[in-house]
């Protein structure tokens, strides 16, 4: 393990060097020659790829590529697809984390393509508490023909990830190239169907569409563990049989609201302190009694209700109105689950509370923010990127620190007063029940 630790940025600045020679190469063979002769190279090199390569399956992710294909172009041309200047043609392998595809890169070399691949550590082989021992994997193939330099090949290599989705690594360099890279990547599992593209077959995701949609809303960032590590350092873990019984229920909750908004079409992410738990130590905070759930309002449904209710989870309780301070719990016995409906305005996105007392409105202003896969308890889930400013906002500068007194209606920095439900509207607004 010493010596790993010395030679481990040795091993990465030697692959950074490779990487950054190989993206030069890319915009220097964009440059060179006649573009129409180019255009034509590219079902060359897939097919001699094709038979040079001997490990799983590859299958081809372009996303312009797929697309034309989904959408069904008609040409009497005989390369319509896979000619058509790009200069990167991206496909992808499921990757078995158990060895490198650094003899499949070696056999490219002699059938007559320039290779580089990238490696990394395989981040299930990292959240382990005990017997931490790093994993390494390729993570990406860049690949160009000696003959045809354009295109480029790119080959992402997926791994399974233990909440049974697959997973991609972040590119060590950035450039907007590649489709596929600038940032991890989580996708959901799916079946390879072989398709007949330009007259060579090829496999590709099935369905092409459902693969498509997720591109765009693939990122993926990893919890922290070193963070968590220090954290508890300070903070021992609570190992008591009701701080265990709290996580296995929040984890049963979390489950159980991720099929009943999957299967409505609803995005969720999680909010507030269970986001703080899975930023800060990896994990749900076992004093928080709760787990916490925000909504974009613009995908709220009224069947939410119904749904949640038909999977053994009750209405709490129901405050505010769809177009103002929305707001609902439910009950999975002592454990409550509190959807945070948000709103967004020109400069900031904010969710509310009502005051049941006095009905007094509160508002909590976040920065804007899009959502990004993770994982938390074996499951993945989105929660709100970049992650920090969400949660300074909610906590403060001092969010590491452990406090186990909070007030909802005080305590956090961004609560803003909003005014008051008028009483004669609080028989709708504030709603509780048994």
Not at 291 to 307: F, N, T
């Amino acid at each position: 393990m010493r010596r790993w630790k010395y030679l481990k940025p040795l091993c990465i600045a030697a692959a950074f060097f490779l990487l950054l020679q190989f993206f030069v190469l890319i915009h220097l063979s964009s440059n060179q020659g006649d573009a129409d002769t180019h255009s034509h190279n590219g079902k060359i090199v897939v097919e001699l790829l094709q038979k040079s390569w001997t490990d799983s399956p590859l299958f081809l992710i372009e996303p312009s590529i797929l697309s034309a294909v989904s959408a069904g172009t008609n040409s009497k041309e005989d390369c319509v697809y896979l000619c058509n200047n790009n200069k990167v043609i991206t496909f992808g392998i499921i990757g078995n984390q158990s060895k490198t595809l650094s003899l499949m890169v070696h056999k490219l070399r002699q059938d007559g393509f320039s290779a580089v691949d990238s490696s990394d550590e395989h981040p299930d082989s990292l959240n382990t508490k005990e017997n931490r021992i790093p994993v390494k994997i390729t993570t990406h193939i860049f690949v160009q023909h000696m003959k045809y330099p354009e295109p480029t090949i790119h080959i992402v290599v997926f791994y399974n990830r233990k909440p049974g989705f697959l997973w991609h690594s972040q590119i060590q360099i950035a450039t907007s190239d590649i489709a596929f890279g600038s940032t991890a990547g989580a996708y959901d599992l799916f079946n390879l169907q072989k398709k007949t593209i330009d007259n060579v077959q090829l496999h590709v995701p099935s369905p092409i569409t459902t693969f498509l949609q997720q591109v765009p809303h693939s990122e993926f960032i990893e919890c922290n563990y070193a963070r968590a590590e220090a954290f508890y350092m300070k903070n021992p873990r609570d190992k008591s049989e009701a701080a265990i019984h709290f996580q296995r229920k929040a984890r049963q909750l979390i489950s159980t609201a991720q099929k009943v908004l999957d299967g409505l079409g609803i995005r969720f992410w999680i909010s507030s302190g269970t986001t703080l738990g899975w930023f800060r130590q990896c994990d749900i905070i076992p004093y928080s009694q709760d787990v916490d759930l925000g909504i974009w309002i613009k995908d709220y449904k009224p069947e939410m209700v119904q749904g949640f209710e038909k999977a053994g989870l009750p209405l709490r309780f129901l405050f505010g109105k769809v177009e103002d301070s929305y707001q609902m719990a439910f009950l999975s016995g002592e454990v409550k689950l509190d959807i945070f409906f948000f709103y967004e305005d020109d400069a900031s996105m904010w969710n509310a509370a009502t005051v049941t007392e006095t009905g007094e409105k509160l508002r909590y202003i976040f920065p804007r923010f899009k959502l990004c896969w993770t994982t938390l308890l074996d499951l993945k889930v989105r929660v709100p990127c970049p992650t920090q400013p969400y949660i300074e906002a909610n906590y403060g500068n001092q969010w590491q620190t452990q406090i186990k007194t909070w007030d909802w209606k005080s305590s956090a920095p961004n609560v803003r007063h909003n005014g008051y439900w008028p009483k004669d509207q609080w028989e709708k607004v504030i709603q509780m029940y048994e």
